[in-house]
């Protein structure tokens, strides 16, 4: 019922900023918690972080990324600075339908239910 696309991902250097965008589509971006995931080769698809009312990170990425959005433009965001070789992923945007009255931080990849396609993200040294 909602579209997600991502882009802006890359190849860059350790220490570059990038920031990744995620249009929605089909629904108001306001009425849905959003977040970002990433997944690298071999590896689970693991939370980075997420945006209800409160932006919330996975502890990896705290104090370099900020995830904001904007509900006019209906875009999710997802600055990245002082970016390390671990962060080196596909990126996806996720959507959940409302906001936890409990205010609730959803981490899990099966919290949510609409995904993007993912935009790839390669650091180097």
């Known amino acids: 019922q909602v579209q997600l696309v991502e882009s802006g991902g890359g190849l860059v250097q350790v220490g570059v900023s990038l920031r990744l965008s995620c249009a929605v589509s089909?629904?108001?971006?306001?009425?849905?918690?959003m977040a970002w995931f990433r997944q690298a080769p071999g590896k689970e698809r693991e939370f980075v972080a997420g945006?209800?009312?409160?932006?919330y990170y996975a502890d990896s990425v705290k104090g370099r990324f900020t995830i904001s959005r904007d509900n006019a433009k209906n875009t999710l965001y997802l600055q990245m600075n002082s970016l390390k070789l671990e962060d080196t992923a596909v990126y996806y945007c996720?959507?959940?339908?409302?906001?936890?009255?409990?205010?609730?931080?959803?981490?899990?990849?099966?919290?949510?239910?609409?995904w993007g396609q993912g935009t790839q993200v390669t650091v180097s040294s």
């Open positions: 996720a959507a959940r339908p409302g906001i936890s009255a409990s205010g609730r931080d959803y981490r899990r990849v099966d919290d949510f239910g609409s």
């Open positions: 089909g629904r108001s971006l306001s009425t849905y918690t």
């Open positions: 945006l209800p009312w409160r932006d």
